[in-house]
C-alpha cells in the first residue's frame, strides 16, 4: 500500500493564490511514480479531474482551470504540485492527488481549499 500525503489547502480570498503539493508517505522507498493528477470534489458533485502530468512531464488541464493552474513533479523526490492563481468561489471544493505507483493508482486523503472573500 502506498500512502500519499497532501498539504497546501486551506482558506484564500478571490483572485489569491494557493499551491497544494503531493508526496508518498515514504517516498524513498518507491522506485519511480507514473502518471499524477489532481482531482477536486465540490459539495453536490462528483469527483473531476483538474490536472495531469505523465511520467515525462506532459500535461493536461480541465478547461475551467487552463491559463490559472500549473501541475509540476518532481521525480527525485516522487512530489507533484499544484500551483493556483486567479482563485475564483468555484474553484472551492477538496482536492485529491492520485499517482499511479507500479500500475495501480492510489488516492490521497484531500485537502480543502475554500475561495471565500
Known sequence: ???LVESGGGL???GGSLSLSCAPHESESIFSV???AWYRQAPGQQRALVAHITAVGTTNY?????GRFTITRDNAKNTMYLEMNSLKPEDTA???CNMVV???GYWGQGTLVTVSA
Open 12 to 14: 484564500v480570498q478571490p
Open 1 to 3: 500500500q502506498v500512502q
Open 34 to 36: 507514473g502518471a499524477m
Open 62 to 66: 480541465a478547461d475551467s482551470v487552463k
Open 102 to 104: 507500479g500500475f495501480q
Open 94 to 96: 477538496v482536492y485529491y
